[in-house]
């Protein structure tokens, strides 16, 4: 299958057919966003299947029947996705959705209510591993060639949903104020207990801390394998193919370090830094171009 019977453009970025449609996005552009809503805003493979395991539990005070009985593609679904017309009338209020959206796509009226959004954010070394793993597996998706001719494709924006770049800034840009919240893919590795409780105070829920410990255990990585409502062991092998790389793969920070050369990294880094050059804000994670130092890259939050 060509990549012209894969992707469809969308402003210019790249979706999967498979799971995206004309009618998907009208849909997506013309829904309405009520107040009490609550979105997560992710570039691919930077948190997204966690926050679906995490939101639900946040918004519900603990209650894990929605994780043990529906697939996290239905209890969260994406925005832009063909699913959402089919189970948005299901959807029990407070409504958690997420979207691969950058900033400006957002429907009309999510910018007109007082939803609010969480916005996830992944060094982008681990987001490119984690994409190239993906596409390997996925067989909606082109499957790459060799690492180094994913990470091309990565940094020029030939990937789903563009540049990972333009998808941050356009989030860390938004004038929403206090309806948003920044996190991080590695503070809520570090941390997630305190990960949570931050969500909860953002969305009031107010909840205690043995919720919060509740919450964290059954959104471990190792949990989150074994459920089948979230490890997409639901989905049959000629859409994933669990077999060349499982979905969930290793869920930890600076995988990137077992897979980038240190000409990779040099290339990588000098890209990525480029393209903030002028930003008022700085991203807290080191992009030195160096090997060493493993573990100590982060620089703030």
């Known amino acids: 299958m060509s990549s012209v019977d894969m992707y469809m453009l969308y402003h210019g970025l790249m979706l999967p057919k498979e799971t995206h449609s004309a009618e998907s996005l009208k849909f997506a552009q013309e829904f309405t966003f009520k107040d009490d809503d609550v979105a997560v805003a992710v570039y691919p493979k930077s948190g997204t299947i966690w926050m679906q395991e995490i939101l639900p539990l946040v918004l519900n005070g603990?209650?894990?029947?929605?994780?043990?009985?529906?697939?996290?593609?239905?209890?969260v679904p994406w925005l832009e996705e063909r699913r959402l017309a089919l189970v948005v009338d299901k959807l029990d209020s407070p409504r958690g959705l997420v979207t691969h959206f950058p900033y400006h796509l957002m429907p009309p009226s999510f910018h007109a209510s007082k939803a609010k959004v969480i916005y996830v954010m992944r060094n982008p070394k681990d987001v490119m591993v984690s994409s190239y793993h993906f596409h390997r597996m996925a067989?909606?998706?082109?499957?790459?060639?060799?690492?180094?001719?994913?990470?091309?494709?990565?940094?020029?924006g030939k990937v789903l949903f563009g540049k990972w770049t333009d998808?941050?800034?356009?989030?860390?840009g938004s004038d929403l104020g206090d309806r948003i919240m920044h996190i991080t893919y590695e503070e809520m590795v570090q941390d997630l207990p305190a990960a949570l409780r931050r969500m909860s105070d953002?969305?009031?829920?107010?909840?205690?801390e043995?919720?919060?410990?509740?919450?964290?255990?059954?959104?471990?990585?190792?949990?989150?394998?074994?459920?089948?409502m979230s490890n997409f062991s639901l989905v049959p092998k000629m859409y994933m193919n669990s077999d060349t790389s499982p979905f969930l793969r290793k869920g930890i920070v600076g995988d990137w370090k077992n897979h980038f050369s240190p000409k990779q990294l040099n290339r990588f880094t000098s890209v990525i830094c480029k393209e903030m050059e002028g930003e008022i804000f700085s991203l807290p994670w080191s992009m030195d171009s160096s090997l060493t130092g493993a573990e100590g890259e982060k620089l703030e939050i």
């Open 202 to 208: 953002f969305l009031g829920r107010n909840l205690s």
């Open 167 to 172: 998808h941050m800034k356009s989030w860390r």
């Open 139 to 156: 067989q909606f998706l082109e499957t790459p060639a060799t690492l180094d001719d994913f990470m091309e494709k990565f940094l020029e």
């Open 210 to 228: 043995e919720v919060i410990q509740k919450i964290a255990e059954h959104c471990s990585f190792e949990t989150m394998k074994n459920n089948n």
């Open 62 to 75: 603990g209650d894990l029947t929605p994780i043990q009985s529906i697939p996290n593609w239905d209890r």
